[in-house]
């Protein structure tokens, strides 16, 4: 195996910078096009690996590709899954090297999407062409990589319900996750769910003078900011009301196996820069980025934002604002409530539009399914050492879906790290994760189907 | 007179249309040029209006354009005052016409400037011009327009302290507020003071993934809405401490006279398209106006403010932060006082950058002085009814300074209106107000110079 792989590391490292010099930003409509090349692209890389009926299915936002290696109809069939867009780049001035330029610094790659999640799901790609060159493939392989992960796959499931026979699958194996660290390998079973929204606040009909007007009529922005700062009480609690009615309450023991991951909280700080870290009061760091649910604002602006000083009363201030949710909160419950508890705390001297973006359930896999135990073998091979099961903090709505439309559980076999920065500024990805992982992947198709078949 | 502004009429419009025409923003450092052009338009309408040593003085930032009329060493002097830069003009897309392309609409000139304060100063050139051509000049007269206003007048100070003999007046007259209505005409008797700075709040050392840290890392939008909300109470008072030490407290007798005024709250609001106006608890519109200082948020901004949704919990967040001081607080004493609080409220998992802009001191006038007695009896005569004595919410900071480097009051004779939307989209200035202005102006120096005489 690691005589193929090293005889091609270099052009897989290739193809990979390839992919990642295509800016397929799915958020921004300016690069539409730039979206449709990177889809045809990997349309093009898994038909090189050897896949069949490899094709790229149009959606009303972006494409979908998909491709499928069926060896034997007794054999079990893993559907893999990844996206090919990426989060936008900016701010682009805090970069170190042009986003979509990728260069390789300290075994690093550096590039938007170099972790999330091109570098990834491009390990699937290298490991089942690796597979069929050495005729070592025991299941059958469907992949499926949209475009639309960053912007809430909004046409991801409608596209699942129509091609359920095509998709069928005994499990889904997901690279979009990471591990504790390189040493100590890990796999996620639980994502949180996530509700997104757009606020307006409107004041005045128009941009007021701040010296004629202003004490006398409400000013959005403050306004803005007391409503935001009034959606968290002094413990850090959500306050809007029934927001946490349905949040799973986890025992004593599992929130004390959970803390006993190795973490190192001065070193969390300082790789952070911060003298504190914030949060929900009585839970720790581990818990606060897991099982418990949180709210955010992503974005916020309003007024006067250029050089120097305006004296300005605006007409109107802005705000993205994003919740991370915990089972059993769903994204759609969650909308509602917000949505109605923000326009009743609004003052009656303003209006105030809510506009949902788009949301995911979380999800909870379990440890003691054949799936798990395939991917916590791999790893053990690969690594040398057995994966501690985490739960994650970041959201893949599409998983729920999954389970809901094909009735099968998602493996989240993610091999990258904290400091990848994902959705930041110089986003990286290791080039010793990268190679490991498309070393790991096959590993668990073997597991996989020894395992299955002995059931 | 009549005569001669009829004859000029057209001429005298178009000369303010031209002046329109350049974008003289001294905020912001691309205009530059364009504000040196203004100040070159400026000198030569002077010059052509009939004044003597005519000339542009340089500053380290915008120049000053000065000039004079010595008539007779016996007459009273009087120094006008007014400033050819303007505010920035943003959010370009809701003007109904261009910013720099005046329109005539409805007997009114829109573009920015109009009123404020381009349409008010040049005023006082044509009525120089006026009272040269048809020899009725019974004062000495001394013009000095600056190009910071906007900004702070930030070497205006220094200017004036420099050239204090050449200065030397027994007042100082404005054209740069407002009248209560074209038929109800009033004077300002007082200016508020200002106080303006520009915060940052700093997280993390970089944008980081909102589902991966958020909960746990602070995010330095919620914090600075939580401090920005946290700098009223539920009274709209505001709560940093000291900060109504020296306020001035007015008798019932003052308020009671200064609520007098016609005013109907109904129109206000409808005017303003808000269902209920929002102010300090206690106290009218007109005293929230005026007499009361004020703490608006002008211009707010961090994270991402693109098209469609980003899941960043960015590293700053940025507060364009301004305070209306009356009298007797300073904006030294403000900014220091409102610099102590805002840092000592930050918690210690965030970093908080106080940066302060320009402010300027509050100001009143006395009724009972020689010069608001020829304001208002030139008023008086242009309108037919006798001015109501104001106090309004905007400032002129260099007000105050005159009083303390030459000694002398200032006389705010502005014609603007309230409709006039100054620092806003579509600002207007009245096409009567233009006109009605330059007949005021000649008859304060005609009763200015009979009342002194009869000292």
Known sequence: MTNYLDQHRDRFLNELLELLRIPSVSADSKFKADVRRAAEYVRDRIQDAGADSVKIYETPGHPIVYGEKMVDPAAPTVLVYGHYDVQPADPYELWDSPPFEPVIKNDRIYARGACDDKGQFYMHIKALEFMLATHSLHCNVKIMIEGEEEVGSDHLGEFVKQHRDMLACDTILISDTSIIANDVPSIEVGLRGLTYLEVEVVGANRDLHSGVYGGAVANPINVLCDMIASLKDENGHITIPGFYDNVEVLSDEARKAMNEAP?????????????????????????????????????????????????????????????????????????????????????????????????????????????????????????????????????????????????????????????????????????????????????????????????
Do not use: C
Not at 267 to 287: N, R, S
Not at 409 to 438: C, Q, R, T
């Open 263 to 455: 973490f190192d909280l001065d070193a969390y700080q300082k790789d952070l820069g911060i003298d504190e870290v914030m949060g929900e009061a009585g839970y720790t760091t581990i818990e606060r980025t897991s099982i418990r649910p949180t709210l955010d604002v992503n974005g916020i602006w309003g007024g006067y934002t250029g050089e120097g000083a305006k004296t300005v009363l605006p007409a109107k201030a802005f705000a993205k604002i994003s919740m991370r949710l915990v089972p059993n909160q769903t994204d759609k419950e969650i909308e509602a409530l917000f949505t109605r508890h923000f326009e009743s705390i609004a003052p009656a001297s303003v209006k105030v539009k809510v506009k949902p973006h788009h949301g995911g359930l979380p999800y909870v896999n379990p440890t003691d399914s054949v799936e798990y135990e395939a991917a916590s073998r791999a790893m053990e091979e690969a690594f040398g050492k057995k994966p501690i099961p985490t739960r994650g903090g970041g959201s893949i709505p599409i998983v729920a879906l999954f389970e809901q439309e094909l009735g099968v559980k998602s493996v989240l076999m993610g091999f990258g790290l904290d400091i990848d920065a994902l959705h930041s500024p110089n986003e990286s990805y290791g080039l010793f994760n990268y190679y490991k992982g498309i070393e790991t992947i096959p590993l668990f198709y073997k597991h996989y189907a020894a395992l299955k078949k002995a059931e």
